[in-house]
């Protein structure tokens, strides 16, 4: 008997409702076995971030090998990545490694939600040509899209735009969140090879707790593809999940600021491979 199993590869955040954290909570809640490697540790709280220190690339490398080594992760997930010596050495580490794993998810991490650059300017460059090109899956947000297109986001055409040139920089799927344009219906559109594929439409919640949202939607696409669920499968119920966890704790206080969602609301027990 083996459980599903995935690594993520992110920042660990002090508060809990994000980065890492938030990744092994979601992977757990669905039933997948979580590993981890730490790139960075961060000083923050629900308020905001207050200090990041990267973790030595070699620490990082040598993470992912030893889980790579001997837990074997059926796929991965990449949150963030701060400096341009811990991406080459993720990308280096993973390119060992591409015969193991089925899916890598990238959720470009670049600001957090209180306006604290997360990746440092110089780094963009490197995560463009290097580890981009590895993902089965890109989740920007509207704001990441148009940093990754260089092209300004006010439309649906606009999304298309940028899709396209996103794809065209390597990686297979790009799913563009549409959480930041106004409105109380929110869509995500998933792109692949550059061609829409489908949307997904959510209503807003209204709720100061949305804290590690864009963590916990990757995490949670990575556990159902871990579950040997096809794209458009995994991001619709990945989709539901995220939304389910935001209503179960959309009126719970945590913190002074923004709080973080209830990732166990409905949790599962560890599946087993067939």
């Known amino acids: 008997m083996k459980y599903y199993t995935a690594l993520t590869i ?25 590993s981890s490697a730490i790139t960075a540790i ?18 990082v490398k040598g993470q992912i090998e030893a889980v790579m080594d001997d837990i074997h992760p059926d796929a991965i997930k ?27 998810v990238i959720d470009p991490v670049m600001v957090s939600t209180s306006g604290c650059r997360l990746m440092q300017e110089d780094a963009l460059d490197v995560f463009i040509h290097n580890l981009l090109p590895l993902a089965t899956l890109l989740t920007p947000n509207i704001p990441e899209a148009e ?23 390597g990686c297979k799927y790009v799913l563009i969140k549409g959480g930041h344009f106004e409105g109380n219906e929110k869509i995500d559109y998933l792109f692949g090879d550059g061609k829409l594929i489908t949307s997904y439409r959510g209503m807003n919640i ?28 995994a991001i619709a119920m ?16 945590i913190g ?19």
């Open 10 to 34: 992110a920042g660990s955040d002090s508060c809990g409702g994000a980065g890492i954290q938030a990744d092994i909570k979601t992977m757990s809640a669905l039933g997948v076995y979580a």
């Open 42 to 59: 961060t000083v923050q709280n629900t308020k905001g971030v207050y200090g990041i220190q990267n973790v030595e690339p070699e620490i």
């Open 78 to 104: 990449i949150g963030m990545v701060n400096d341009c010596d811990t991406i080459r050495a993720i990308t280096e580490t993973l390119k060992n490694y591409e015969d193991q794993f089925q899916h890598l």
């Open 147 to 169: 940093i990754l297109a260089g092209i300004k986001i006010q439309n649906v055409e606009d999304i298309k735009n940028a899709a396209s040139a996103i794809s065209k920089l």
């Open 206 to 233: 209204d709720t100061r707790n949305t804290h590690g949202t864009g963590c916990t939607l990757s995490s949670a696409i990575t556990s159902y593809l871990t579950r040997e669920m096809d794209m458009n499968t």
């Open 238 to 253: 990945a989709k539901t999940y995220l939304s389910g966890a935001i209503l179960a704790g959309k009126d719970v206080k």
């Open 256 to 274: 002074e600021g923004h709080g973080p969602v209830n990732h166990f609301y409905e949790p599962k027990a560890l599946f087993f491979k067939s």
